[in-house]
C-alpha cells in the first residue's frame, strides 16, 4: 500500500486494520512522546492512537506537505504535533475550536481527499472518575491513585482495536493555504512590532490587538 492507498466503502466509510500493540507502554515512540508532553494520560493515549493510524497511509511530515485540522486542544494534539511533525510554527496543525475529538488528515498530494478521524466516547468512565479526584486538593495518596487510574486508562485505549475506537472516512476538501508570512508593524501605543494583519484602529492610530483590548476595557469602566 503506497501513502494515499486508502480503501474505503461505498459509505467513505474506510476498512480499519485492527493491528494491535500489546507491548505499546514499553514503545520508545511512546515513551518519547510522553517526555514531551509532559505526563501519561488518556487524552494523550487517544492522540497516539490517531497518529499511530494516520502513519500507516502518510509519512510524518518534513516541511508543510501534511497538514491536520484538530477540533479540540486537548492533550492529544501534542501526539498529532510530535508524531506527524504538524505544528503550529509551521502552519499545518490548523486548530478549529468545536470541541470534538476529531483529526482530519490532509496530504498536498491527496487530490481534494483528506481522512477525517473521529474518536468514539470511550472517556465517559474516566470523567466521572477524574471529577471525584480534582474537586478537592488531593493528598499524596489520593494523587498516586489518581496517577494509576489515569496509566489505567491509556494502557486499556493504547491496546483497544482501531474499530473500537475510530471512525475514520474520506470527506473531501478545500487545500488550505500554505504558511504565509506578513510584515510587522509598530504599535502606536506600546511601541512593540506585531503581524499588520492582526492590528486595530483605534482613536485614529494603529495598535496591537493586546492594547486594543485593553483601551476597550478601559472605555467600559
Wanted: glycine share 6%; with cysteine.
Amino acid at each position: 500500500m503506497n501513502n494515499y492507498d486508502i480503501k474505503n466503502s461505498k459509505n467513505n466509510n474506510i476498512t480499519i486494520n485492527n493491528n494491535i500493540n500489546n507491548n505499546i507502554l514499553n514503545n520508545k515512540e511512546w515513551n518519547n512522546l510522553v517526555k514531551f508532553h509532559g505526563h501519561s494520560c488518556p487524552g494523550l493515549a487517544i492522540g497516539y492512537k490517531v497518529a499511530e493510524y494516520v502513519k500507516k497511509y502518510y509519512k510524518p511530515s518534513e516541511d508543510e506537505e501534511l497538514i491536520a485540522i484538530v477540533e479540540n486542544d486537548s492533550c492529544g494534539v501534542d501526539a498529532i504535533q510530535y508524531m506527524l511533525s504538524c505544528t503550529f510554527g509551521k502552519g499545518n496543525l490548523i486548530f478549529k475550536d468545536y470541541g470534538k475529538h476529531v483529526y482530519t488528515i490532509y496530504h498536498r498530494n491527496g487530490n481534494g481527499e483528506a481522512i477525517r478521524i473521529y474518536v468514539k466516547n470511550v472517556l465517559e468512565d474516566f470523567r466521572k472518575i477524574r471529577e471525584k479526584y480534582t474537586k478537592n486538593n488531593l493528598s499524596e495518596k489520593e494523587q498516586e491513585e489518581y496517577n494509576k487510574i489515569k496509566n489505567e486508562i491509556a494502557s486499556k485505549i493504547l491496546n483497544m482495536d482501531y474499530k473500537e475506537l475510530l471512525v475514520v472516512k474520506k470527506v473531501p476538501i478545500k487545500e488550505p493555504k500554505r504558511a504565509k508570512l506578513y510584515n510587522s508593524i509598530p504599535c502606536n501605543v506600546c511601541g512593540e512590532y506585531f503581524m499588520e494583519i492582526k492590528g486595530r484602529i483605534y482613536d485614529g492610530k494603529i495598535v496591537c490587538l493586546e492594547c486594543f483590548e485593553k483601551l476597550l476595557n478601559e472605555d467600559d469602566k
